[in-house]
């Protein structure tokens, strides 16, 4: 084959080869992170500028007391999420963490559908002390958690 | 005392530093003979040191503060130990445990290196312990009392009381540090500009050792996450699994480039770069698990202050070693050349793709850092890491097909193209016939490239008496077989499984895939520390006689917690995978059932990689030997002819 290329350039093809391949890796990554990583949004944020429908994202917030109901499939319950300034509705079928009740709060992780209503894919609950969703760490001391003790 | 031996292990690590670089500096310094000593010695005042540990947590000596925030007197004894090193300062003494015995056994066996390169190794890893016991003794003593003594412990997080977890960190660690030694020859062989195939042959092994530990380690941990947490996922792109993935990339990578440097003395620089990366990786793993900077399903152990002190040791490793790096990379001169098509390109592909697969796989893990500190809060799951690595992982294994098929320096694709031909048939087959059935794509290239790849991996065996093929070439196919089957599970598993969620009565009966799931009874039941609802499962694979099943959903009381105990049944074909979920409110229970068809693979594939792994490392252990033993007949023959 005549593809051998001259010694001399060898290192230097091969070091341009990674690089450009790095490069894709690298252009690849920060387009696929534009694009899937998921925001997480409060419940004034998800009704002020709500993401586009079917795009990953996590809602945090209080479960609203005597909001929470369960369908009669008996696996898929609906609740609303409340920061003290906005509600946003939320379904979710599977088995809830255990600390997830009325009052309590949590993050949902999914997309909100075209008609406002955000479908769950998993829900995040104060597990223990040991683990603490980010979101919610801020949360328990940060504005979110003050506007939805107010609103109490 | 235990804490005076890890006082005494400091000072001889050292000791062993000093030694080391002043013999490095002054020729025939007479501090050259003490480095080999004192690497040893070290070594086993550590290991005294990590004993001394494992017996108080035995006695469970509550005037320890380690035992009393980690163990509780009614815990099973193998958590006891094991909870040694659940936690925090017990890994970290795990970690220089684990690293001091390296060292010890580099001092011992390596003989084929010159001495120079020898001892600027041993003062590297000397240099990284250091940091170490700095950390121990002064961030997190593992030995601290307690006063007044508690009257009870807390006990250990209930999820990590499991069989599998009692080994996976140990397992996991050693992989870790087993890299540290390829870092450590990596930056002596820069310190003494010995880069050579006889400097790759003795780190080979080392290399390898690590990377079989790593791949057992994740197959463990992923088989771990699958039934402990309940979720049916074996995968999550969890921080901490990205944490043990990343050093098994970077270390499948030196893997490959170090066989290169081995047999054709090419690749020099890439393969020290590359030993440096992978430790790196190591300690950014140890970093993200255990600072707690980034939240996940198991980060267990979290303290941002520890965090910082891991980064700094951290920087400093790696920003030295990469400062050498800098200044002695020009002087590490051109390897041998090869043609474009050659076994020798094939690996540069693999490296090339392995490096952008880690970089992709660290940037999705560093990413919500990044954005934290911009002000907004991110996080990147499957919806990223899946397509972005799939780009990089389907060339990769087309060119691991046909690498080493190949030969070395020079090549023509003609020679290889007949043995190629059957397996694309068939992958194009198979692909037309899932396509047909309406398959996604990924699942679907999973299942055909899996395929062709059992039997791709089989080919360098063709033409050969199975009795002489030698242990590294059986490894190799072996791992690459491996790898062939984990797809098959992989994409099996996201293709064809069925999941069902549904609340159901007593006696009533659940379909899923070619299962009939009856659900009994459920009742309370308790153990040692916990108590549970057990619910009794009757599951009939296609009309055949019932197996039980008996999920539960358990609630610890030290600490309390609750966790659901899956029930896994196990067939040649799959696993119906069952989770006990809350009571609704007019007596049903809900229950989550799966069915994975060749889900087992995955892990199976784990396995066959590791083992590959295995036969490789025993491969060049026994030629090592045999060498070895052949220069020592002749080396004792010229001695009696110079008496005679």
């Known amino acids: 084959m005549s593809s051998v290329i001259k010694p001399k350039h060898q290192r230097l093809v091969l070091v341009l080869a990674a690089i450009a391949a790095l490069i894709a890796a690298a252009l690849l990554a920060a387009w696929a992170l534009r ?30 007391a005597g909001s929470l109901k369960t369908a009669p499939d008996g696996v898929t319950i609906t609740f609303t999420v409340s920061d003290g300034t906005a509600k946003v509705p939320a379904t979710f079928t599977g088995i809830t963490p255990d600390l997830f009740k009325e009052g309590s709060g949590v993050v949902a992780e999914g997309h909100r ?10 829900l995040l609950a104060k597990h223990d002390e040991k683990y603490v969703p980010r979101e919610m760490r801020q949360m328990s001391t940060g504005e979110a958690h003050q506007k939805v003790e107010a609103a109490k | ?65 380690l035992v009393a925030a980690n163990s509780h007197s009614a815990k099973p004894l193998l958590y006891k130990v094991a909870g040694a090193w659940g936690n925090h300062e017990g890994s970290m003494l795990l970690w220089v445990t684990i690293m001091a015995l390296a060292g010890g056994c580099v001092a011992l066996l390596e003989r084929r290196l010159p001495e120079p390169t020898i001892l600027a190794t041993l003062a590297a890893q000397a240099f990284v312990s250091l940091g170490f016991y700095a950390f121990l003794l002064i961030a997190s003593n593992p030995f601290a009392r307690l006063d007044p003594v508690p009257t009870e412990g807390q006990g250990l ?69 699958y039934y402990e947490l309940g979720w049916g996922g074996w995968w999550f792109w969890d921080p901490v699994e990205n944490a043990s993935l990343m050093p098994w990339l970077a270390a499948t990578a030196l893997l490959h480039s170090v066989s290169v440097l081995a047999s ?15 430790f790196a990786m190591s300690m950014i793993g140890t970093f993200l698990v255990r600072s707690g900077v980034l939240t996940s399903v198991h980060a267990f152990a979290v303290d ?25 990379a020009g002087t590490v001169s051109e390897g041998e050349r090869f043609a474009v098509v050659s076994r020798e390109s094939a690996l540069v592909f693999n490296n090339v793709m392995l490096t952008a697969i880690l970089g992709i796989v660290l940037l999705g893990t560093l990413y919500p850092l990044l954005a934290e500190a911009l002000g907004a809060q991110v996080s990147v799951g499957p919806p990223y890491f899946n397509p972005a690595t799939a780009v990089f992982v389907l060339p990769m294994l087309v060119v691991m097909g046909v690498g080493p098929l190949l030969r070395w320096r020079r090549d023509l694709f003609v020679r290889v193209r007949p043995a190629l031909i059957l397996p694309l048939l068939v992958m194009a087959g198979v692909a037309l016939w899932l396509a047909l059935s309406g398959l996604h794509l990924l699942p679907l290239l999973g299942i055909a490239m899996g395929t062709a790849l059992l039997m791709i991996a089989l080919v360098p065996l063709r033409g050969r008496r199975l009795r002489t093929v030698t242990l590294p070439l059986w490894g190799m196919v072996t791992a690459h077989f491996g790898i062939g089957v984990a797809l098959l599970g992989i994409a099996c598993d996201s293709a064809f499984s069925t999941e ?42 296609a009309g055949a006689a019932p197996s039980q099943l008996k999920p539960q959903a ?46 087992t693979l995955i892990w199976f594939g784990g396995v066959l990689v590791a083992l590959g792994g295995v036969l490789a490392l025993l491969g060049r252990v026994a030629s090592d030997w045999r060498r070895h033993i052949a220069t020592a007949k002749i080396a004792y023959r010229r001695q009696r002819q110079g008496r005679g």
């Open chain 2, 264 to 278: 054709r003395n090419a690749l020099r620089a890439w393969t020290v770069m590359l030993g440096v990366v992978a």
């Open chain 2, 157 to 225: 997080n209930p999820l990590l009381q499991d069989p599998g977890l009692a080994f996976h960190p140990p397992t996991l660690y050693i992989g870790y540090v087993g890299l540290s030694v390829a870092f450590s020859f990596a930056v002596g062989a820069l310190l003494t500009r010995e880069v050579s195939p006889a400097f790759a042959r003795a780190m080979r092994p080392w290399v390898l050792g690590a990377w079989i530990f790593l791949t057992l380690g994740i197959t463990a941990g992923s088989y771990w996450a």
């Open chain 2, 554 to 599: 358990r609630s610890f009381w030290t600490p309390p917690q609750q966790t659901s105990e899956s029930a896994i049944l196990t067939r040649w074909n799959g696993q119906l995978y069952t989770v006990l979920g809350e009571e609704a409110e007019d007596g049903r229970w809900q229950l989550r059932l799966w069915w994975k068809p060749f889900v």
């Open chain 2, 1 to 65: 005392m235990g804490l005076a031996a890890l006082w005494l292990a400091a000072a001889l690590a050292a000791l062993q530093l000093i030694s080391g670089f002043l013999s490095l500096r002054v020729a025939d310094n007479p501090l050259a003979s003490v480095v080999r000593p004192t690497a040893i010695v070290q070594a086993a005042l550590v290991a005294v040191a990590f004993l001394c540990l494992i017996a108080v947590f035995w006695r469970t000596d509550l005037s320890v503060a």
């Open chain 2, 304 to 328: 941002p202050e520890r965090g910082t002190f891991i980064l700094a040791l951290l920087a400093i490793n790696i920003g030295a070693a990469l400062t050498i790096f800098a200044l002695r």
């Open chain 1, 35 to 64: 694009n899937q990583a998921s925001y997480f949004y409060l419940p004034a944020e998800m009704v002020s500028k709500p993401p586009a429908a079917d795009r990953a994202v996590r809602l945090g917030g209080m479960v609203e």
């Open chain 1, 113 to 122: 559908s075209s008609d406002g209503v955000f479908v769950a894919d998993n």
């Open chain 2, 500 to 541: 069902r969620l549904v609340a159901a009565r007593i006696g009533e009966t659940v379909a899923v895939g070619p299962w009939l799931v009856r659900l009994g009874r459920v009742e309370p039941v308790t153990g040692p520390n916990w108590t549970a609802l057990e619910a009794t499962l009757a599951a009939s694979y």
